[in-house]
């Protein structure tokens, strides 16, 4: 299994940005995909889920409202619309198969990607 992100990079406060996930030797369509991130010097912390077939998605509450995770099952791909994007978002983004639990979500697999990294400065 290997999970690929891109699409990270340096931005102002208030741009957008898209990141992708590329995943290979997993068929995405069996599982619901998130997306994490890890701040500097915190532990990754789950952002958002979507559904196997795209039609529910969840967020954290730090970017509800700014975020939007989408997918395509034909492309084995996983998308984060990133909006109005804030100081605070700055981090490594990675993506992952998730299954949710009482109070979030968390990856499935053990694999982990190389993330991407987004930052947000002026």
């Known amino acids: 299994v290997q999970l690929v992100e891109s699409g990270g990079d340096l931005v102002q406060p208030g741009g957008s940005l898209r990141l992708s996930c590329a995943a290979s030797g997993l068929t995405i369509s069996n599982y619901a995909m998130g997306w994490f991130r890890q701040l500097p010097g915190k532990e990754r912390e789950w952002v958002a889920a979507?559904?196997?077939?795209?039609?529910?998605?969840r967020y954290a509450d730090s970017v509800k409202g700014r975020f939007a995770i989408s997918r395509d099952n034909a492309k084995n791909m996983v998308y984060l619309g990133m909006n109005s994007l804030k100081p605070e978002d700055t981090a490594v983004y990675f993506c992952?198969?998730?299954?949710?639990?009482?109070?979030?979500?968390?990856?499935?697999?053990?694999?982990w990607g190389q993330g991407t990294r987004v930052t947000v400065s002026s």
């Open positions: 992952n198969a998730v299954v949710g639990t009482p109070t979030t979500w968390v990856n499935v697999l053990d694999t």
């Open positions: 979507v559904g196997w077939n795209g039609g529910s998605t």
